[in-house]
């Protein structure tokens, strides 16, 4: 069993009062802290440190593809989401009239890079909208067809916790010659993903959220698709014999490597290498299991108030949860919880909560607590029901 407490201590960021946030940002445990501060007093010293440094990535690539149950070669470090994103999506082979099916609940890094490869290649952009905050298959159906050269989707949608049937969209993907490309940020570190069996093609994700790092990502490709991608830019790191400094013609790294192009932020892998070891120290199955607990108790004390209004649908087994009050404007809602340290955000003009294992039940009760007092200190009240 896990000593949630004991774990809760590890976590500086903690007092700052009552953090629901980690959709957003997500905080860092002491060890990431220790390693952060022992990277900025080896810095002083040059390059003395470097290799030591580098290797951080080596141990990300086996942490990482323990935790998503990929191979060493398929992990590549990356600058962030936007980054990793940009790099397949100038990657993939396109040809004049393919199609690219994205969605209205992505998050913009998810779109932006997808409208531009289409207008530059003449690609059609096909967008299934959602139905009540879901993105349902039928829908996906009807858009995906033998020109579908990739369809890319968050695995939990940013805005709302929705959680794309992933199993589902590579199946379909694989049908019509397809990739699924797989935004994982919101997902990965707080939920058990399996890439090999969902059968996930590329997966991307920044390490600052569910992750416990401060920035930077990463980047799974299949092995089984990477000699379909072209190399989209070049660097010293990126190539096969890195310490070759002598002029010569460029080649390729073996594996996913070979997306990482120069000196990567030794600060972010080096937080990343230590969030990621404190991760499976404690197990992702354990994670997962309190993060749903912790989303489930908010979902039932909500439940208990009047009015109101869920944007995450019933059934969503995801740590985001985002709802509404009638009535009430959520911007002075925000307002009035910020000023009592309590931490959470506005999405689709209403209020994400998104806890993780450092949370706790008492978070919670001090957010509905607070819920209830605006409610009462507002003209219009919302009470219990
Ligand atoms: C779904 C999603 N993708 C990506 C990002 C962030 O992208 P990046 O790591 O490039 O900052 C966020 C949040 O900031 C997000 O919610």
Known sequence: MVNWPTIRAHFPGISCGTYLNTASIGLIPDVSISALENFIRQRCFGNIFWLEWYSAL???????SRLINANYE???????????????????????GDNIVINDLEFPTNVFPWQVVAKRYNLELRCVRNVNGMLRKEDF??????????IAVSWVEFGNGFVNDLRFLSKLAHENGALLVVDGIQGVGALKIDVKAMGVDILVCGFQKWLL?????????????????????????????PYAFD????????????????????????????????????????????DLELISYLRKRLAELDRVIFMTPEGTLSPILTFKLE????????????????????????????????????DIDRLLNALIDFSKSSRQKICRK
Do not use: C
């Open 213 to 241: 790092g401060i920035g930077s990502g990463f980047l799974y490709i299949d092995e089984n698709v990477l000699g379909d991608l072209k190399v989209p830019f070049a660097g010293w790191l990126s190539d096969k014999d």
């Open 247 to 290: 002029f010569r013609e460029y080649e390729p790294a073996s594996g996913a490597k070979r997306f990482e192009l120069g000196s990567p932020s030794f600060a972010d892998a080096l937080v990343a290498r230590e969030s990621l070891r404190f991760i499976a120290g404690i197990g992702i199955e354990n994670i997962e299991k309190r």
């Open 141 to 150: 159906e009807k858009v995906v067809d033998e020109r579908t050269k990739t």
């Open 327 to 362: 009535g009430i404007d959520t911007k002075s809602l925000l307002e009035y919880l910020l000023e009592r340290n309590i931490y959470v955000s506005v999405r689709l003009g209403a209020l994400r909560v998104s806890p993780h294992f450092y949370n706790n039940a008492g």
């Open 74 to 96: 398929e992990i590549a470090f990356v600058q962030n989401t936007s980054m990793g994103l940009n790099l397949i999506a100038n990657s993939i082979n396109w040809q004049s």
């Open 58 to 64: 080596d141990d990300i690539r086996t942490h990482v």
